[in-house]
């Protein structure tokens, strides 16, 4: 009965040393800690709005919220003309951003805006009607 205990102790030494300690033994590279950013938060409004003629421009209002000190931001208007991506921005707003509705496509257009930088990425959607 000794014997028995002394081989499910011993098995369960070896399972706990393979699952944990083998990993350290062995050299396997542990993930280095990660910094403990605040996660970064674009916001753009409005979230929707309608274009009128002749220049069926449409204007948001962004702002940035992180810990960084420059963020980076683009956005794919939704109309066939493309996107656009400018940097340099800290953390605040409002950053003002416009553009004009006349590449084509159909109405609604969703713009998607993406924020990247320390504590990103970060995305927004927003719609325009003309």
């Not at 753009?44 to 274009?51: D, E, F, G, I, N």
């Not at 998607?112 to 990425?121: D, E, F, M």
């Amino acid at each position: 009965m000794m014997v028995k205990k002394s081989l499910v102790i011993f098995f369960a030494g070896v399972m706990i040393f393979l699952a944990i300690g083998s990993k350290k033994v062995l050299g396997y590279q542990e993930t280095p800690p990660q910094p403990n950013y605040i996660p970064a938060e674009i916001a753009v409004s409005p979230s929707a709005q309608t274009v009128f003629s002749p220049q069926y421009r449409a204007v948001w209002n962004v702002y940035i919220q992180g810990e960084g000190s420059s963020y980076c931001i683009q956005v794919n208007w939704g109309d066939f003309c493309g996107s656009y991506k400018t940097c340099g921005y800290a953390p605040g707003g409002p950053y003002q951003f416009y553009h004009d509705f006349l590449c084509g496509g159909s109405s609604p257009f969703r713009q998607t805006w993406t924020l990247t930088g320390t504590g990103g990425p970060s995305s927004a959607t927003t719609t325009v009607y003309k």
